[in-house]
């Protein structure tokens, strides 16, 4: 037992935040706050399944609990947070179903947003400020309406030996330590997020022309097809790995000198293990959602003025994508080499 900021002793905690790969890892930044203030607490997770292993190993959670909407009921759900026992809730998600749980939790502080139709879940609020800030100090406002002090400003995303040892079982020989490797990440939830795969494949040799860059092709569940066309349409090498777990692309994103991925959970796993990212975005407002730290550089169609609609279909066409040039995107390259200091 520590004692808490706010009122009553705090044993247990629960932190939900459901859904994208991307969005969890940039929650993270709570962990290591909540510990330092709560240093005897059970802290738990609440998450679903595809985000389970952005968790893992973080060493300031103590459990994650997997909400599986496939077998578990919103009443099973309910229930499985009430025998946790939490002292406090932190709904860092807030859409109707989080709230719910939050407000049948049992839970003595509960902590969410003053979203529509939300705060009567909440008996402590925070005001959202997702459309002004950045991401990760969204998350950190539902801290400071606890009362929580911010110490620390890092995300954590966890690989251990074992996964760094499968990374260099499969690279092929001419990826020889100091040699410049790039990854390039075509993949994105929506496809207003996705630039051209033959305008990546284009990137590509620029690449290995200028640089003699080594070209890694990660891929995700059904994205295969994706990283096999842009390998199709180079007239340079391109090295697929394997089908990988989250926690071994994040060991083979490690081990690549640059990033260049549209706004993805790769894109923000690349930023938290270090590497730096050339971001490629469009429809979502890289100073809300942008790769997180300052090793990074991010580019768009600039002058358009439906940049950062947010939408996931696009009525006129999707010209933020459409009409970025590769050009463009290597120049964010060459920026973000300068940026970091590195010579190929």
């Known amino acids: 037992m520590t004692a808490a900021p706010g ?23 709570v962990t290591k706050n909540l510990r330092l203030a709560y240093p005897l607490a059970q802290i738990h ?37 009430r025998r946790g026992g939490y002292d406090v809730v932190i709904d860092l998600f807030g859409n109707p179903r989080t709230a ?51 110490q620390d400003r890092s995300i954590y995303f966890s690989y251990d030996d074992a996964d760094v040892r499968c ?12 040699s410049f ?72 994103l490690k081990r690549c000198t640059i990033v260049v991925s549209n706004d993805s959970g790769p894109m923000h796993i690349a930023a938290a293990v270090g590497t730096p990212v050339l971001g490629i975005y469009g429809p979502t407002d890289p100073l809300l959602q942008g790769p997180y730290g300052d090793k990074h550089v991010v580019v768009r169609n600039e002058g358009l003025d439906c940049l950062g609609c947010n939408l996931t279909s696009c009525p006129i066409g999707h010209p933020c994508m459409l009409g970025l040039s590769v050009e463009t995107v290597l120049q964010g390259v060459r920026q973000l080499l300068a940026k970091n200091r590195i010579t190929p």
């Open 7 to 29: 009122p009553g002793p705090v044993h247990r905690i629960l932190v939900i935040k459901l859904r994208a790969i991307g969005d969890v890892l940039l929650s993270t930044i």
């Open 181 to 252: 490797v790039v990854c390039i990440n075509s993949g994105g939830g929506w496809y207003t997020k996705r630039w051209g795969l033959d305008r990546f494949a284009a990137l590509a040799d620029h690449l290995v022309a200028e640089y003699n860059a080594r070209i890694v092709l990660p891929w995700g569940p059904g994205q295969l097809p994706e990283a096999e066309e842009i390998r199709k349409n180079m007239t340079g090498e391109a090295f697929i790995p394997p089908a990988t777990t989250l926690r071994q692309l994040g060991a083979l």
């Open 167 to 178: 990374v260099e079982s499969f690279l092929p020989p001419a990826f020889t330590r100091g």
């Open 45 to 81: 997770y609440l998450t679903e399944r595809p985000s389970v292993e952005v968790l893992r190993g973080n060493p300031f959670i103590d459990d994650v609990l997997v909400y599986d909407r496939k077998s578990m009921s919103g009443l099973g759900l309910i229930r499985a947070v």
């Open 100 to 150: 719910l749980l939050t407000r049948l939790s049992g839970a003595g502080q509960r902590v969410g947003f003053r979203f529509r139709g939300r705060s009567y879940a909440y008996n402590i609020v925070a005001e959202p400020r997702g459309n002004r800030v950045h991401n990760t100090e969204f998350n950190l406002d539902a801290l400071g309406a606890l009362g929580v002090a911010i």
